[in-house]
């Protein structure tokens, strides 16, 4: 069964920086698209950053562009959300997925499958 579990949120001061990660297991990691998306209490689960299987395409939301970085180790089964100038507005729960051989996309409906989750609070 596939399976993905993201690690590293936590409380962070404004300005602060994370690294979250999130490790894949039961398909072919270098198959997949890998994107990362936010929920914030009571809102839209949105968002954040994606990239290809090769990692030759990536795509951030406005809201993160310039501030995070998403990356991949295939040989880990590994993705990776690196956070820098965090703000308050940047508090969610952080959630990995996965859409095997997809294109890069923003929509949740493209993925088949996700995490659990991850809490970034980010306090000012």
Known sequence: QVQLVESGGGLVQAGGSLRL???FSGRTFSSCT???FRQAPGKERE???ANSWSGGR?????SVKGRFTISRDNA??????QMNS???????VYYCAAHPWGSVSASIYEYN???HGTQVTVSS
């Open 21 to 23: 990660s999130c490790a």
């Open 34 to 36: 890998m994107g990362w």
């Open 47 to 49: 968002f954040v950053a």
């Open 58 to 62: 990536i795509y951030y939301a406005d």
């Open 76 to 81: 880990k089964n590994t993705v990776y959300l």
């Open 86 to 92: 965090l703000k308050s507005e940047d508090t969610a």
């Open 113 to 115: 499958y996700w995490g």
